[in-house]
C-alpha cells in the first residue's frame, strides 16, 4: 500500500469528514492507518520521498511532510507483521548514515525493511544540499556504489558474530566484525557498521522507475519493483524485461517481483464512487480539461466541465498514442458523462483506476495478475481515515474467497512475505561480477 | 539521564542478572527504560552518538548499537513528557537532512526534541564517511554553518503558515513558507522545509565538550550544556564561563542551563554499593592498576589489587594535580580499601561517584546545586534494568523531599523543563551580529 502524506493519494483528502485536523503532523493516524492495512495483510507499506517542497501548499498538502524513516519508526513500534519499505537518495545521502539507519529500523522492525534505491536529480532537492543535479550518468554510478557500500556495512558485522554471553563473558567474536575499506568514485567507506543481523539479516532492496539504466540496477539488487504502468501488455513487457535483467545479472528470475499501481475509486454503485471522486477533485478539473482534449485529439475549455462530448466530438475523437491512458478516456467518454466526470474517473491520474463497487477493482487486479502482467499492486488509497478500511472490508475478502490473497501473513519478515531469499552484505554472485 | 548502549554505563551491565539478552538491540526494554526515567520525572534523556565502532567488542558491548534519532522516535512513542536529547555530528551530515529529522521528531514528540551539536574528529569516524580528520577551525566553522542553516530551515516554514481549513480549502499560507537561501563555505541550501512548528516550535540547542570554540558554540546558541567535571569548583567556572558567554552573545544567562555528569553507586550500604560495582568492573580493573599509580605518585603493578596501600605508600602518595579525579583516589585509599576496592569506587571513572546509599548521591546533588556549580545533573545509571528503578525509589523521593526536585512535569515541552525560551528560526538577537 502506498503511504504518503498522512491524508491520502487525492488532493483533497485533507478536507473530508473525519480526518484529524492535524493529518499530516499526526503519528497516531500514521500508526492507525498503517495498522488497518496490516489487518488487510498487505504485504508492505511504500513510502515515496521528496527532499523539497513539491507542490503550491496554498491549497493542498505536500506530497509529504515528514521524514521517511522516522515515520516507519512510529510505524514499526505500532504494528507486527506488515513490511516496511521507504525511498531513500542515493544521491544526497551518505552510505554509512542509510546503511546505520536502515539495519537500526530493520532490527526495530524485526525483519520488515526494505530500501527503495532511487537518485535524485530533481533541481529543487539539489539545491537544499546547495548542489546541481547530477548528471544521469554520474547519478547512476553513484547509486552503484551507494547500494554496494550499504549491502557491505549490512554484512560487516558477521551475521554469527553476536555472541552475548553472560557466563563467559565474551560479547562478540571480533574476528568476523570486519572494516568494508571500499572506495568509490563517489563514496567510501570504512566500517564495519557495530550492528547485528536482523530477523530477516539486512533490509530488502526496491527499485523503482524505467530506463535501461533502472533496469540494470533492478535485475542486479531489487527484490521488488514499484512500477507506473497503464495496461496488461505494458505490465508484462516491463516484467519480463525486470526477469531477463535478474536472469542477466546471474540471479533467479523468481527473486524480482514486480507491483503496478493501482488507485481504486470505491463506491457502493458507480454513481457513488465517481461523486466521491468529484468531491475530492474539486478544483483540480478546469485546469486538467485542456490536457484531456489533447488525450483525445480535441480542443476542449474550462467552460464545457458540466457538458459530456457532442456527438460531433465523440466521432472525431482519436485516442492519442503518446498517452497510454488515452484509450480509457476515451472509452469513458463514450459512455456519456460529463467532462468533469470524465476526469473524476481518473483518467489522468498516476495509475489505472478501476471505478464502483469493489468487485470492479478486484476483477481489475485478477486480470492483470492472472496475465502475469505483475506479481502484486501497490494500491494509492484516496482518503487513508476511510479508504482504507474500504478496500481491506470491500476488496480484499472477494481476492481471498478468489484464492488470489492469503488470508494471514505465512511468515514474519518482509522477505518472507515476498518469497525471495536470504541474502547477508552482497549478494555472493554479484560481487565478482562488480568487482 | 544519559541513555547510551542499551544496558547501562559499567562495561559488565549486558552480564547482569534479569538484562534481556539482545539488549542491545531491544526496542521494547529502551522504551521501558525511558518510561522508567520518566516516571522519575527526569527532564530529558540524552544520547550520544559515535559514527563507528569504538571498542573492542570481543568482551564489551560499543557505546551506541543503533542509531541514535531511530531510538529516539522509539522512545518518543512510547513517552508522554520527557525530553529528548541526542548528538547528531556537524562534520558528516547535511544541515537538509539532519533539519528535517530534528524536526520531524519534535513534531512526533509534541516539542520534547533537544540536539547536541557536536563536530567530530575521530579519524575512524571520519574513514567511515571516506574522509579525514577535518582540521579544529573547520570543524567549527563547519558547526556553526550547520546550527544557522538548521535553525532557519525550521524556520522556514513560517511558524502560523498551517491554515488547514477545509471548509474554504486553504492548506496554507504560500507567503509565510519562504526559502532560506544560505550558502556557507561549508555547506548551503535552499529550502523552506515543509514541516510545520511543534508545541515548542523548534528542537533546543544543545552543547558539550569544552575549549574555547565549545564556549562560543555553546554561548551563541545552546539551552543545554552537557558537562564533565570533578570538582564543585571546576563546575562553578565551567558555569560561569558559559553564563558570560550567553551575555556576550546578547543573551539572558538564565538562558543556558549546566548540567553535570554524575555516575551513583547505589546500594543498601557502602559494602553493598561498592560490591555491585566490583561485578561489573571484572576484567577491567586490572588494566587500570598503572593509571591509579600516576594518579598518586606511586608505581603501582596487578599483583597487588587485593591489596590495600602500605603505611609507606599512603605518605609517600601524592594526588596528581594533573587529574582533577587523583584528590578522591587519594581520600578512598586513605581509607584502607583494597586497590581493587578503591577503583570500584569509580576514582577513574568519566564523571564522580558518589558511593552509597541514596543519601550519599542526593548529599552530592544538593551540595553541588547549592554552590552555583551546576543548573542540574546528567545522572550515568550502571546498569538500565534496575538501576534506573534503583535511583528514581531511592534518590528522586529525598531530593524531593528537600525541595530540590519537582514532583512532576510543570509544563509538556522540553523548552518547559529546561525553563528557556520559545524560540523558532535563528535567534533574531544573533541574526545580525552573524551577518
Known amino acids: 500500500m502506498h503511504f504518503g502524506n498522512g491524508y491520502g493519494s487525492q488532493p483533497h483528502a485533507w478536507r473530508m469528514p473525519g480526518v484529524p485536523r492535524g493529518g499530516a503532523t ?22 515515496p520521498d521528496f527532499l523539497g517542497l513539491d507542490t503550491d501548499i496554498s491549497h493542498h498538502p505536500s506530497m509529504l511532510t515528514l ?3 522516522l515515520t516507519l519508526a512510529a510505524v514499526a513500534r505500532g504494528t507486527e507483521r506488515i513490511g516496511l519499505v521507504t525511498t ?22 524485526h525483519g520488515r525493511m526494505g530500501w ?20 544521469r550518468q554520474e547519478k547512476y554510478e553513484r547509486l552503484h556504489e551507494m547500494v ?13 558474530a553476536w555472541i552475548h ?29 557495530p550492528i547485528p543481523p536482523s530477523e530477516q539479516g539486512q533490509p530488502v532492496i526496491f527499485q523503482a522507475g524505467g530506463g535501461d539504466y533502472g533496469l540494470q540496477v533492478a535485475g542486479q539488487y531489487a527484490s521488488g519493483v514499484i512500477g507506473a504502468t497503464f495496461s496488461i501488455d505494458d505490465a508484462r513487457a516491463q516484467r519480463t524485461a525486470l526477469r531477463r535483467a535478474a536472469q542477466a545479472a546471474g540471479r533467479d528470475p523468481d527473486e524480482i517481483k514486480f507491483f503496478a499501481g493501482v488507485m481504486p475509486a470505491l463506491g457502493a454503485t458507480k454513481r457513488e464512487a465517481i461523486d466521491r471522486r468529484l468531491q475530492l477533485g474539486q478544483d483540480i478539473f478546469p485546469s486538467r480539461v485542456p490536457y484531456l482534449g489533447q488525450m483525445l485529439g480535441l480542443r476542449l475549455s474550462e467552460s464545457r466541465l458540466e457538458e459530456p462530448l ?56 485478477q486480470e492483470w495478475f492472472e496475465a502475469g502482467a505483475v506479481d502484486g499492486f501497490w494500491v494509492s488509497i484516496d482518503v487513508f481515515e476511510d479508504g482504507i478500511d474500504a478496500f481491506v472490508d470491500g476488496v480484499i475478502p472477494i481476492l481471498q474467497e478468489r484464492g488470489l490473497f492469503h488470508t494471514d501473513y505465512e511468515g514474519t519478515t518482509l522477505r518472507d512475505h515476498l518469497g525471495v531469499p536470504h541474502q547477508y552484505g552482497l549478494d555472493a554472485r554479484l560481487a565478482g561480477a562488480e568487482g
Do not use: C
Open 310 to 365: 457532442t456527438e460531433q466530438e465523440l466521432q472525431m475523437a482519436r485516442a492519442n498514442p503518446g498517452d497510454p491512458r488515452s484509450a480509457t478516456a476515451l472509452k469513458v467518454a463514450r459512455e456519456g458523462w460529463t467532462i468533469r466526470e470524465i476526469l473524476a474517473h481518473g483518467v489522468i491520474d498516476y495509475h489505472p483506476t478501476p471505478v464502483g463497487p469493489a468487485e470492479v477493482t478486484a476483477d481489475h487486479m
Open 88 to 109: 531513500a537518495s542515493t544521491t544526497f545521502n551518505e552510505p554509512y548514515n542509510l546503511a546505520r539507519m536502515f539495519k537500526t529500523l530493520d532490527v526495530m522492525s
Open 148 to 160: 554496494q557500500l550499504v549491502q557491505s556495512l549490512w554484512g560487516s558485522w558477521g551475521e554469527d
Open 67 to 69: 521524514e521517511p524513516l
Open 165 to 193: 554471553d553472560p557466563a563467559s563473558g565474551r560479547y562478540a567474536d571480533a574476528s568476523k566484525i570486519q572494516p568494508v575499506n571500499l572506495q568509490g568514485r563517489h563514496v567510501a567507506t570504512r566500517g564495519p557498521l
Open 26 to 47: 499526526d503519528f497516531d493516524a500514521q500508526v492507525r492507518y498503517a495498522q488497518a492495512a496490516e489487518r488487510g495483510k498487505f504485504d508492505f507499506l511504500f513510502l
Open 116 to 135: 527503495n534505491v532511487v537518485p535524485t536529480s530533481d533541481p529543487t532537492s539539489a539545491a537544499n544540499f546547495g548542489k546541481a543535479p547530477m548528471q
